[in-house]
């Protein structure tokens, strides 16, 4: 209630600077003239905003127009509002993406009824940006290292639930700042293809299968199970090609990806027409050109692929200031109304600019008059926004929608927390586990250190782009471990934090000597890693691995684990080696759980937290093995097309048990185009209750043929006690047996191999379950377009 009274007494505060009046000396006097114009319309529909509540018992009781009829199918309300709309104010609407003073939020419409709107919330992993506490999911990499469709259904219920709770709230109290909306641009679902790659952590990973198959259960989770409103609304981003470099060693917003037709298909964009399927409601185009065209004045993408082929009826939003670099940065046009035309022209409805007061689309006018836009072509555009606000339920009876309910007060509630924690634990994947050192009896344990820069750093622990809340909520590692280890001795090592650009050697012999169990926390943070921040290598950061070296120098007999927090790949090549190191846990980025889920699975606490994590990405040998981060090629990327030995494969990760596969039963012969029906028997052979992903890997046989290695067919957490025996059926989609050649999808008669256990095939380390094989004959051959 604190939250809702505090919006309530700010609620004019963020909107009171966008009624000034501004003059630009790069500006035309007919720009500056249709700039004060469009200001004006701002300004009206904010000054409404403020005098008129849009809140639940303010909804007109009288039908006025057609689009107001909650009779009517959305289509006709959606055409009829935006018959009666202005080109002024359809060009103000898709001008106001949202991102600070200037252009946030879409104005209201006060002679219609239409309240404002806020377009730019972030839920990645919680409500990401809003003021106000939210639950604080583990960073999205460590989601997908769960391999469970539940989990990423569950983070999204709890973000959207708690997103549109805040959001309901904001809007009561007339305030509409940035991120104070219910439209979630959200997930990344951008393929891993460069471990250097910074932004790694907003990602699921480097499997397009698997990276569709998360976003498809976020988007789930994010929109309800209501048939008539959604909760929040979902977007993927970004469309396409986008993986790095973010600025080593170029900048993305000039970057141009160079990629084939085969590329594009095969890992690109496969992730992005499974959005599709799943009823996003939009995208977002990214900063970077894609074969000489910036992303945001795409057609090929945003036109002939999102809605020709694909069918996509939403929206494309620009990424922040993505239009405004078409002209500053690649230079590809050189004015306002030429970008706005383009960008219309291809498929983009909408623009998030970096708060510019007179950004790109605000030329939407001038192009139409210019001839460079049709305004029937910019009345099309404009239709998936409000379509977006009906589905919300914007211009219906709040009473019929049960989402309007919500409010701020749900936010993270017991459940939630319980959620994030479970989440958390589930995220861990066990890398090493030298003669069971793991899971720990906390009372054989009398002297212990937590040493490193990640032991108490709270600041890092959330990883990029945090949700906001108080530090009441979270639990560091040093706090979560000093309740089962009551005299753990903790000093800080390490100048700069994660950086460590000094090392207090003299501090590390003294918190190692005489301890029977030492734990180290290393690794990165956003400090290191993180949106416009790519690494140049893929090395424990400064002086992280002398600082490991000392402790395994002066330990003694002391048990030492050590705890990794990062996204993209480490090069712990040494400690795995070292007999020294006992255990390695990679966390990732856990959040608010962090101290919790540690405990949780280093002492498999109630015999319920085996590690069950999986690796979404794959960790090098070597840093020599990676193509130039430029080359847009996936030839030597990823487990699909690396032939050289990995570190860490992709899907690999240890238990506290063991697996065995055996009874795998399929069809030996299949039509082209027919789904693949599977049944397994797995048995928990070990004495520890656990979780276990199954893996199903098809290879062809024919390796003439342009395909990868290998490709995941087919994944599943599972629960399975021990000394248990399940029996599982899965079915393995027809596409997965296809590839893209000369414009087309092709399944090509042959016998391709079907792999399945709890791992890759051919792996350097391997994990403690077998794998089962069977071959079976795709009996004819088939060609077809997007839609099989």
């Known amino acids: 209630m604190a939250l809702r009274r505090l919006f309530l007494l700010t609620a004019l505060s963020t909107i009171s600077s966008q009624v000034q009046c501004y003059t630009f000396p790069e500006l ?51 055409d009829d509002l935006v018959s009666r709309l202005s080109l002024q104010e359809i060009m103000v609407q898709m001008a106001r993406g949202g991102a600070g003073e200037y252009t946030t939020p879409a104005p209201a419409i006060p002679r219609l009824g239409i309240p404002p709107y806020v377009w730019n919330s972030n839920c990645h992993r919680g409500d990401q940006g809003a003021w106000g506490n939210a639950t604080a999911f583990p ?43 219910a439209s979630c641009f959200s997930p990344v679902i951008n393929v891993v293809r460069d471990p250097r790659w910074g932004r790694i952590q907003e990602t699921y990973g480097e499997d397009p299968y698997m990276s569709g198959e998360h976003a498809a259960n976020f988007l789930k989770g994010l929109h309800g199970d209501n048939e008539r409103f959604v909760r929040v609304t979902g977007g993927c981003l970004h469309v396409d090609v986008y993986s790095g470099p973010e600025n080593i060693p170029s900048p993305r917003e000039s970057f141009d990806a160079k990629v084939t037709d085969e590329d594009m298909h095969m890992t690109y964009l496969p992730g992005f027409k499974r959005c599709v399927e799943a009823g996003t409601y939009s995208f977002m185009c990214s900063y970077n050109s894609i074969n000489g065209v910036p992303a945001c004045v795409n057609k090929k993408t ?73 305004e029937s072509l910019v009345r099309q555009r404009v239709k998936p926004l409000f379509y977006t606000r009906m589905r919300l339920g914007q211009f219906d009876p709040p009473q019929t929608n ?48 937590l040493i490193g820069p990640m032991a108490d750093n709270y600041g890092q622990m959330f990883g990029n782009l945090p949700p906001k809340q108080s530090r009441s909520f979270a639990k560091t590692p040093l706090q979560g471990l000093k309740e089962i280890f009551p005299n753990l001795q903790y000093k800080p090592v390490c100048h700069e934090q994660t950086k460590c650009t000094e090392l207090r050697k003299e501090k590390v012999q003294q918190l190692t000597k005489s301890k029977d169990l030492i734990i180290a926390a290393l690794g990165t943070g956003p400090v290191v890693e993180s949106e416009y921040h790519d690494r140049a290598h893929l090395e424990l950061p400064g002086l992280q691995k002398e600082l490991l070296l000392e402790i395994i120098k002066y330990k003694g007999n002391a048990r030492l684990i050590v705890l990794l927090f990062n996204a993209g790949p480490l090069n712990v090549t040494f400690a795995d080696d070292d007999t020294n190191v006992a255990a390695i846990l990679e966390c990732f980025f856990p959040g608010q759980s962090t101290g919790d889920a540690i405990v949780n699975v ?91 992903v199954i893996q ?38 027809a596409q997965r047996t296809a590839y893209w050649k000369d414009d087309s999808w092709v399944i090509s008669k042959g016998t391709m191999d079907l792999s399945c256990g709890g791992q890759q095939p051919h792996q350097r380390k391997s994990a403690p379950s077998n794998i089962v094989h069977a071959e079976f004959e795709i009996t004819d051959s088939l060609t077809y377009s997007d839609d099989l």
């Open 28 to 78: 035309s006097e007919k720009q500056h003239i249709s700039f004060r114009k469009n200001m004006d319309i701002s300004r009206e529909g904010i000054s409404a905003s403020t005098s008129i509540r849009w809140g639940r018992g303010d909804f007109p009781r009288q039908v006025d127009y057609p689009f107001q009829n909650t009779s009517l199918p959305w289509d006709a309300r959606v």
């Open 139 to 181: 960073q999205s990499i460590g989601i997908a290292a769960t391999f469970s469709s539940k989990a990423l259904f569950d983070v999204a219920t709890v973000a959207s639930i708690e997103t549109r709770g805040k959001h309901n709230d904001f809007v009561k109290a007339g305030s509409f700042a940035t991120h104070t909306g």
């Open 302 to 374: 945003m036109t002939d692929i999102l809605r020709t082929a694909w069918k996509f009826k939403g929206y494309v939003v620009s990424d922040q200031g993505a239009i405004e670099f078409v002209i500053s940065k690649h230079k590809y046009l050189h004015t306002h109304v030429d970008v706005a035309a383009a960008a219309v022209n291809a498929g983009c409805n909408l623009e998030l600019s970096n708060n510019e007061p007179f950004n790109v689309f605000m030329s939407i006018v001038e192009a139409v008059e210019q001839g460079k836009l049709t």
């Open 402 to 449: 049960p989402y309007s309910d919500l409010d701020s007060s749900v936010v993270n509630n017991p459940e939630h927390k319980e959620k994030a924690l479970e989440v958390a634990t589930k995220s861990f994947v066990l890398l090493k586990n030298e003669n069971n050192s793991l899971p720990l009896d906390p009372s054989k344990f009398k002297n212990v250190a």
């Open 602 to 692: 280093l002492t498999n606490k109630d015999g319920k937290n085996s590690p069950a994590g999986r690796l979404p990405n794959t960790w090098p040998l070597t840093l020599s093995q990676l193509p130039q981060m430029v080359n847009y090629s996936m030839k030597g990327r990823t487990y699909r097309y690396m032939s050289g030995p990995a570190l860490y494969s992709f899907g690999y990760g240890l238990s506290y048990t063991n697996f065995h596969y055996e009874a795998m039963s399929l069809d030996p012969k299949v039509k082209a185009g027919q789904d693949i029906s599977v049944d397994l028997s797995i048995s928990n052979t070990g004495s520890v209750d656990s979780d276990e």
């Open 696 to 733: 199903c890997y098809l290879s062809w046989n024919n390796k003439s043929l342009p395909v990868p290695i290998r490709q995941l067919g087919y994944f599943e957490r599972v629960h399975i006690q021990a000394g248990q025996q399940i029996q599982h059926s899965l079915t393995i989609k």
